[in-house]
């Protein structure tokens, strides 16, 4: 994994030079490490170029649940707790 400053690199050197392989060349001959692929880095650059920064985003992590389902889920096991989970996620058409 690249860190910032290699991706600043990366991204500033493809801006000059607009070959992605002379870019590994530069990459290669100044840190002494293999390049990253092409797509990557054609991918930071763009991500440079659309929203300003080669920074990764958070992920959004999990969908929230509503309270109707967690209450629908709580009256199914509080009616027949031996109920399987796999059986009352699919009787509650929860994934």
Known sequence: MATGAEKVFYVLAFHETK???TVQQQ???KYR???QSKPAIRAW???FVTEG???KH???GRPPVSAATVEAVR???AHS???SVRRASRELKVV
Do not use: A
Request: with cysteine; proline share 8%; glycine share 4%.
């Open 81 to 83: 707790p031996w109920k």
């Open 45 to 47: 650059y763009k991500r």
């Open 75 to 77: 009256q199914t096991f």
């Open 53 to 55: 920064c080669v920074c």
């Open 27 to 29: 990459f290669r001959g």
């Open 19 to 21: 070959s992605i392989v």
């Open 33 to 35: 490490k293999t390049p």
């Open 58 to 60: 958070k992920s959004v």
